[in-house]
């Protein structure tokens, strides 16, 4: 499939990561408008451990942002990886899946609704997808910025809260509807997709249990273009033979 441009994603600055203080909060340098150094405080919307793509003398793109409840005035959007942009900024994953979700034939039928943040068991799953034909799909969206010997690996971090959504969607096939685990998956060099065992036993088990018994599991690959300042879709990604057993 050839590449789609899916949305525009504009940066203000260049910025070189000096450290990454919490999993909120990072200190770069760039220059400003003056030529000065400056050193600010940015803000990261991935908790992830992005070992790989935040370590001190990385680079940024980031995005000036204004507000008064704001502790930063940056944000961080992507960050470098060989000649490559990684996605580090989970504010876009919403759109990307409606995107994706819109534009993209990942069901059998005509979406005739769809309905974000919709409670499911004890959690609330990103989207309720209604069809043409009457069925309801329960859709949870994941973003991937990691990828090891080619593989994408889901997650990068313990996280019981994925656990549980997977977990709430496993259930929900188990009594007779569908369910959908959507893999935003933002690294260029990976050929698969497969659950980050070593991190999480807990979520890649209970990935695989939901996967043998009728989840579906999508991943879907995007790309920057930094000269256009488009995110675009790549193609999709099929699981790692593990994810197969």
């Not at 994706?100 to 769809?114: E, Q, V, W, Y």
């Not at 309905?115 to 949870?140: C, H, T, W, Y």
């Not at 188990?174 to 893999?183: C, R």
């Amino acid at each position: 499939m050839n590449k789609f441009q899916v949305m525009k994603i504009e940066f203000d600055a260049r910025a070189i990561l000096i450290e990454r203080i919490n999993r909120f909060l990072a200190r770069v340098k760039l220059k400003n408008t003056q030529g000065q150094i400056i050193e600010p405080l940015v803000h990261v919307r991935d908790p992830g451990r992005l070992e790989d793509l935040l370590f001190p003398g990385n680079e940024l793109l980031i995005k000036h942002k204004h507000g008064k409840k704001r502790k930063t005035e940056w944000e961080a959007l992507f960050a470098k990886n060989g000649t490559k942009w990684v996605l580090i900024n989970s504010g876009f994953h919403r759109k990307v899946s409606e995107w994706a979700i819109g534009k993209l034939k990942l069901f059998n039928s005509k979406i005739t609704d769809l309905l974000p943040e919709q409670r499911l068991g004890e959690s609330r799953i990103d989207f309720m997808v209604k069809l043409e034909d009457g069925s309801n799909i329960a859709v949870e969206t994941k973003g991937c910025t990691l990828a090891i010997e080619e593989k994408a690996l889901f997650p990068d971090a313990p996280t019981k809260r994925g656990t549980r959504h997977v977990s709430e969607l496993l259930e929900f096939v188990k009594a007779g509807n569908k369910g959908l685990v959507l893999f935003l998956i933002f690294r260029t060099d990976a050929k698969c997709f497969a659950a980050n065992r070593k991190v999480d036993p807990d979520f890649a088990d209970v990935l695989e249990r939901a996967y043998s018994k009728g989840v579906q599991i999508v991943s879907l690959q995007f790309s920057y273009d930094i000269d256009e300042q488009w995110l675009c879709f790549e193609r999709m990604l099929p699981l790692c033979n593990k994810m197969l057993r």
